[in-house]
């Protein structure tokens, strides 16, 4: 018998400022940190297959040095796909700044959340943010899959 790990999280949309090619990845979810390290995803530019996977701690340390080739063969050999793309994060751009001494009501009606800018793992060029977040149900319902690899099951945050 297989054991399965439950892992939570919604299913992003990027979308590339310059070639405009569209991936979807998944945001993990979890009450510590220790929830989600070595979770990551891989999928296709312009498809709507996310494959879900759990790195090996050798897997992880090329990731952190952006060597990506072996941990994409594996899971690409896993879920029959050979071309997976895995986008880096660049930078964290701040969302409006509150003045000391906002109310909560005027902070909450003029807070915007950090952009997260990704490169592009289509185009190499440019740069890629979330248009779009769907739970994982929502992202089915427009036709996307999840694949889930290393015995993981992938389900929305609650």
Known sequence: MTNTRQVLGTIKILECSLCKATLPIAAFEGEADTDTI???SASQ???FEVAVADATPAEW???AIGNVRDLLARIGAEVGSDNLKIPTVLRVES???TVAGTSFAE???AYRPPTIVYSCPCCHEGEAIEVEEFTVEGFK???GSILPVDGLSFESAR
């Open 141 to 143: 319902q427009i036709g």
């Open 38 to 40: 070595g979770l990551f």
């Open 45 to 47: 530019c312009d498809g």
């Open 107 to 109: 902070f909450r009606n």
């Open 95 to 97: 969302g409006d700044e």
């Open 61 to 63: 340390s090329d990731l």
